[in-house]
């Protein structure tokens, strides 16, 4: 291996371990001592969001936490399947794409929601482009939040089950919610203000029709892609907004 190469893993692992502190103890005191947090403006949001859904502070035990997880990801994959099934009437359709095969769209939701996003389709050709921000996109926000959740409950039944005053596993609502306005949706943010510095496109033009020097035809897919890909890297997500994935230079200009 190069110089360089050793380098780049040394700089990887480097940035990781000195981010685990920090890190670590900021996602304590978003999951277990938020009152800790001083943002205002994000505790009014969750309060609001605690609100609106009608969230009860209350800490669930395993059954109830496991049957939140369950309910969250059928409802999930019943939207999905929904939208892609009736992607035709869904607007940001600019290349008037039919709805998704029956098969396909059940294929996809299961994926997505299950956060195993496996993508057996080419994003640029089957999705439209509204159907890529609201219904993956989503998903690769809430799918990551659940397996965090998932991994908090792991954690609090390990560390509680000594304990007398507390007997729970957490909310798995709160713990959802938290994820996503205190963790995922800012570094998102950031993340895709990076992205497209960099060169990745972000836009809601239609497909471009070019000839090129050799005189052929080409297309070339516009879109939203640097707020789909940062989640997906954050989230760990598979299923970018084009087929070749982080392998297409408008997903990875500058590898």
Not at 10 to 20: A, W, Y
Not at 195 to 210: E, K, M, R, T
Not at 236 to 241: A, E, H, I, M
Request: hydrophobic share 45%.
């Amino acid at each position: 291996m190069t110089f360089s190469g050793w380098l780049q893993i040394f700089l990887l692992l480097s940035s990781v371990f000195m981010c685990v502190k920090p890190f670590g103890c900021y996602l304590y005191w978003v999951y277990e001592q938020p009152d800790s947090l001083r943002f205002p403006i994000i505790r009014t949001c969750e309060a609001f969001l605690f609100q609106l859904c009608g969230i009860s502070q209350q800490e669930q035990d395993w059954k109830s936490y496991t049957g939140a997880l369950l309910i969250f990801s059928l409802m999930g994959i019943l939207i999905i399947f929904t939208l892609l099934r009736f992607q035709d009437w869904f607007p940001l359709n600019s290349q008037g794409l039919p709805p998704v095969p029956c098969d396909l769209a059940l294929n996809i939701a299961v994926s997505f929601v299950t956060n195993t996003n496996w993508q057996p389709y080419a994003g640029e050709t089957t999705l439209s482009m509204g159907m890529q921000m609201v219904g993956l996109t989503w998903q690769n926000f809430v799918s990551p939040a659940s397996g965090v959740a998932v991994a908090l409950a792991l954690a609090r039944g390990l560390t509680r089950h000594s304990s007398l005053t507390q007997t729970g596993l957490g909310n798995f609502w709160i713990d959802v919610i938290r994820t996503l306005i205190y963790i995922l949706l800012p570094l998102s943010f950031l993340v895709a203000l990076i992205f497209v510095g960099q060169g990745v496109i972000q836009n809601f033009s239609a497909n471009l029709h070019i000839t090129t020097l050799e005189g052929l035809q080409q297309i070339l897919p516009m879109g939203p892609l640097a707020s789909q890909e940062a989640i997906k890297v954050l989230g760990t997500n598979g299923g970018g907004f084009l087929n070749a994935n982080s392998a297409h230079p408008f997903e990875n200009p500058t590898a």
